[in-house]
């Protein structure tokens, strides 16, 4: 019998100072609950350096220094993998798991390959869902995954329901958007390793298919407020989801939002590529 590989170190103090959490380390669903709140809001979703030609790299080290000690963000494979690693510290048994993406999808449309890395984290017994990395509708509290009707979250309802892809079942996870069920996902059971994710990273931010590769996607989830970034449409909503606002932004404009609002730590050398965002516009 092989022993299970080692799970990456990470600094835990570091981690918390980054989210702003002093509170309690065990690993009970209270704790889980705290760090899935906090997360969102300090650590935002961004593409932006695939834009900037950059890669994405999802070595823990460099995971690290980007979205704790450098203060950007991320999206799913940096920020959930992250949010493993930091689960995992703390004694919860947590597992990643990988789903497709339904959100914004034409109804209708044919099923997309799974490209959107969760967790699942057992407590007493019980399998929840966790997830840092989905733009600007995160889920700010961990969902159980196999429970029916709706559960509540501090930033809007969300409900996981039966759903089945070329006759598989699967979990489809729903938020409620001002009384309308709108599908973010689809989670398919069994477990993958860290290295499963290296082809499913590496084609997400290089394949010209993917819209990370096309467009600018930004996100971050207050307590009060959720505020989501395509291109230089900013789409502002309160915590119950309801919209507060929609707009096109300048690239002046662009770049105050993504400093002051978003709190990315905004580089001269991205001045270019947001002038090519706000020349794309709002994707249909």
Not at 7 to 17: G, K
Not at 80 to 107: I, T
Not at 157 to 170: L, N, P, Q, S, T
Not at 226 to 237: E, P, Q
Request: proline letters at 6%; a negative charge; one cysteine or more.
């Amino acid at each position: 019998m092989f022993d299970a590989p080692a799970v990456a170190a990470v600094d835990l103090d570091a981690y918390f100072a980054r989210i702003g959490h002093a509170g309690p380390r065990e690993p009970t669903l209270q704790t889980l609950r705290a760090i899935c709140q906090k997360h969102p809001d300090a650590i935002p979703f961004e593409n932006l350096d695939v834009l900037l030609g950059r890669g994405i790299s999802i070595v823990p080290a460099d995971v690290d220094a980007k979205l704790i000690t450098a203060g950007r963000g991320g999206y799913c494979y940096e920020q959930n993998s992250l949010l493993k690693r930091v689960l995992a510290a703390l004694g919860f048994q947590v597992e990643g798991l990988m789903a497709r993406v339904l959100w914004m999808a034409p109804e209708g449309a044919p099923p997309r390959p799974r490209s959107h890395q969760v967790l699942g984290v057992t407590i007493d017994g019980e399998t929840w869902l966790a997830d840092a990395g989905f733009g600007g509708c995160v889920l700010t509290a961990p969902l159980r995954l196999f429970a029916a009707g709706d559960q509540a979250s501090p930033n809007g309802a969300f409900r996981v329901v039966d759903a089945e892809c070329d006759g598989v079942v699967e979990r489809q996870v729903q938020a409620d958007l001002s009384g309308r069920w709108a599908p973010l996902y689809q989670v398919a059971q069994g477990a993958w390793a860290s290295v499963d994710y290296e082809q499913a990273n590496f084609f997400t931010y290089t394949h010209p298919s993917s819209h990370f590769t096309w467009s600018m996607t930004v996100g971050r989830t207050t307590p009060t407020a959720r505020y989501a970034l395509k291109n230089n449409r900013l789409t502002h909503r309160d915590a119950t989801g309801a919209l507060v606002e929609q707009r096109d932004l300048s690239v002046d404009e662009l770049e105050a939002i993504l400093r002051d609002v978003i709190g990315l730590p905004v580089e001269a050398d991205w001045r270019p590529v947001l002038e090519k965002v706000v020349a794309w516009g709002t994707p249909a």
